[in-house]
């Protein structure tokens, strides 16, 4: 029976693994092929690259900025509503990027969205509204693994620099943000990577505008769509080297991350 059981883990394992080496492999060979018959335009996917690495990363700063204060607050504190409240940060992890993208074109078109329109610039079509898209979308991831994170120190650290006549503000920058140092910027990678890779928010928002709002993901679905496989072959491999060298630097600092 132990046998078994052995035998179905390590079948169904390998049959997992092996589909997305053999996923990877096919991309790679047709990239190969078709990188003699057409070159890219380097010039567009650097544009592309420059404005993903951009975006992703003023996105992913005002996020972890955020939700630095709103995880620590909910990692300590118990207050009515909370689990209500709680649920709704954790909307953008479950909801379609193409229906939160769709909240945002509403809400500028909405007199308070016109109202900020004019006095900070418009975000449709624009490259404001591919940071605000990529924002909202990690927002919630942000808050959770930041949570995840400082529910994973012990609160008796806190108490002892409070008997030692530290304030609650001297507490939290000399004490906790040191101790969550590792969590916080693991945290800030597998959001910004998760920023790199987001479309469906963007696209609504700001458009597929080529040297414009073109994203990597946006430089995929473009080329796609006029049938150049080659030039999408070659935003996925960048997409795929950029997610894989997150992830084992993440996984190098030795902290567990939960979606």
Do not use: C
């Not at 605000?132 to 919630?140: E, K, M, N, S, Y």
């Amino acid at each position: 029976m132990n046998r078994v059981f052995n035998f179905i883990m390590w079948a169904t394992a390998s049959l997992l693994i092996f589909s997305f080496i053999f996923l990877l492999a096919s991309m790679l060979v047709e990239l190969w092929k078709g990188w003699a018959f057409s070159s890219p335009k380097l010039g567009e996917i650097g544009f592309a690259i420059k404005l993903s690495l951009l975006t992703a990363t003023i996105s992913s700063i005002f996020a972890m900025l955020v939700s630095v204060p709103v995880s620590y607050l909910f990692s300590r504190h118990t207050f009515f509503g909370k689990n209500v409240l709680d649920t709704l940060l954790d909307l953008p992890i479950v909801l379609s990027p193409i229906a939160l993208g769709a909240m945002l074109l509403i809400f500028f078109n909405t007199p308070l969205g016109k109202q900020i329109g004019q006095y900070i610039g418009p975000f449709v079509f624009e490259v404001k509204g591919i940071i605000l898209a990529q924002f909202f979308v990690v927002v919630g991831l942000s808050v959770r693994l930041l949570r995840t994170t400082f529910e994973g120190i012990d609160t008796e650290y806190e108490n002892l620099a409070r008997t030692l006549g530290y304030n609650q503000l001297q507490v939290f920058f000399k004490v906790v943000l040191p101790m969550a140092g590792k969590g916080i910027l693991s945290s800030f990678l597998l959001v910004w990577g998760k920023a790199i890779g987001e479309f469906g928010a963007t696209v609504t928002l700001a458009g597929a505008t080529t040297m414009k709002t073109e994203t990597i993901p946006v430089a995929i679905y473009l080329s796609f769509e006029s049938a150049n496989v080659t030039s999408a072959l070659v935003y996925i491999t960048i997409l795929i080297a950029i997610s894989l060298s997150i992830l084992f630097i993440v996984r190098s600092f030795k902290v567990p991350y939960h979606e």
